[in-house]
């Protein structure tokens, strides 16, 4: 129950802010990809899905 729970504390919200600093930095460097738009709507979902606000990127 406890490494469960530290599952779903920690290590999804840390794989979803690095598959969204990658998502970042593919964006900076080619533009805006397939891979880096489906990379970003699973960060979102993972988000969503764990019961997180979703962070506005342009804060408005």
Same mark, same amino acid.
């Given at each position: @129950?406890?490494?469960?729970?530290?599952?779903?504390?920690?290590a999804?919200?840390?794989?979803?802010?690095?598959?969204r600093?990658?998502?970042?930095?593919?964006?900076?460097?080619?533009?805006?990809?397939?891979?880096?738009? @489906?990379? =970003?709507?699973?960060?979102?979902?993972?988000? =969503?899905?764990?019961? =997180?606000?979703?962070?506005? =990127?342009?804060?408005?």
């Amino acid at each position: @129950m406890v490494v469960r729970w530290a599952l779903t504390a920690v290590a999804v919200p840390l794989a979803v802010a690095g598959t969204r600093k990658v998502s970042d930095l593919i964006e900076a460097r080619r533009g805006s990809t397939r891979s880096s738009r @489906m990379l =970003r709507r699973g960060a979102g979902l993972a988000q =969503r899905l764990t019961g =997180r606000k979703r962070r506005r =990127r342009l804060g408005w």
